[in-house]
């Protein structure tokens, strides 16, 4: 009897042992694959079409080497400025001057995106100056945004609106493009000299949650709207669109109007890309399918 028993204890902590190099190397087999995602990401954002494109004046990212200041990123650090990683600008644009930016690990298919950490608080305003950079809007505006909007509940119980993920705006904030997730709908808001207009797409699929490739595109002709590659809204403008002065300011996370639950972004940013003119439906594509093929989100 005692020779079965100390077999059989044996025998548990040889089972104890093949489980733990079993977790061990399924961790090392975690930690690889996600290795190999954002390798593969940082390769498609090394190639990809955008910067060939005329007119990029902005361009963040949450997986890029040269994104952060920071060498080394782990789950939850804060990390601050976050850079334009837009090749084109001969003076390289910080995003500063606001709280801190967050960094959370397999946010968007496994991939890295940027957060407020508390759900609630500005992200970021940027530079007084955009002069010396190509984000000079005249006529339209294309802005190509991957997102996961993660509202939250007041104490009413009630959904917030997931709020305003970027705004390009004049320094006095009177002219702005915005854009805008709210309760079930996708916003796209234009105020400028010649006039104001809107577009706004009710989506039936609940956004909360699941990650996005959103494109808005303004010009003197049509305000669209593509959601996951596919034209889901377009629109007429009441008036023309126009230019913009400098000086401008970009705020990421955060609108300047709006009621405070509306105005902050609730969720995670995988990459924000803004070109100052309403770029062809062709190029439009391009970048779509690039997003598409980094975030392993599906277009439609």
């Known amino acids: 009897m ?3 028993k100390a077999f059989s204890l044996i025998e548990i ?3 104890i042992l093949i489980i733990g190099i079993l977790i061990l190397g399924v961790s090392k087999g975690i930690d690889l694959y996600n290795s190999y995602l954002i390798s593969n990401a940082r390769a498609l954002t090394r190639s990809s079409v955008v910067p060939r494109i005329e007119g990029l004046g902005f361009w963040v990212d949450s997986t890029s ?3 952060y200041e920071k060498t080394k990123l782990s789950d939850g650090l804060a990390v601050m400025p976050w850079n334009d990683i837009n090749p084109l600008n001969t003076e390289k644009l910080q995003v500063k001057n606001g709280w801190n930016l967050w960094y959370y690990e397999n946010q968007i298919n496994g ?3 940027a957060s407020t950490g508390n759900n609630s608080f500005l992200v970021n305003i940027s530079t007084d100056d955009l002069s010396s950079f190509n984000l000079l809007p005249d006529g339209g505006i294309t802005i190509f945004a991957v997102l996961k909007c993660r509202p939250y509940k007041w104490l009413t119980g009630e959904d917030t609106p997931c709020g305003a993920p970027l705004e390009v705006r004049s320094s006095d904030a ?5 854009i805008s997730q709210m309760w079930g709908s996708l916003n796209f808001s234009i105020n400028t000299k010649l006039g104001y207009n809107s577009i706004t797409y009710d989506y039936s699929d609940q956004l909360s949650y699941k990650p996005a490739i959103i494109t808005f595109r303004a010009s003197d002709s049509k305000l669209i709207i593509n ?3 596919k034209l889901v809204k377009s629109e007429d403008p009441a008036s023309s669109i126009g230019t913009f002065n400098n000086p401008l300011k970009i705020l990421i996370g955060h609108s300047s109007g709006h009621s405070t639950s509306w105005r902050y972004f609730k969720g995670f940013i995988g990459e924000l890309i803004v070109y100052g003119n309403p770029i062809p439906d062709g190029k439009v594509r391009l970048v779509e399918q690039y997003l598409s093929q980094k975030w392993r989100i599906p277009l439609d």
């Open 13 to 15: 902590s040889v089972v």
């Open 227 to 229: 959601l996951n590659g």
């Open 174 to 178: 009177l002219y702005y493009y915005n």
């Open 111 to 113: 991939l890295p995106a």
């Open 65 to 67: 080497e040269k994104s």
């Open 2 to 4: 005692e020779n079965k």
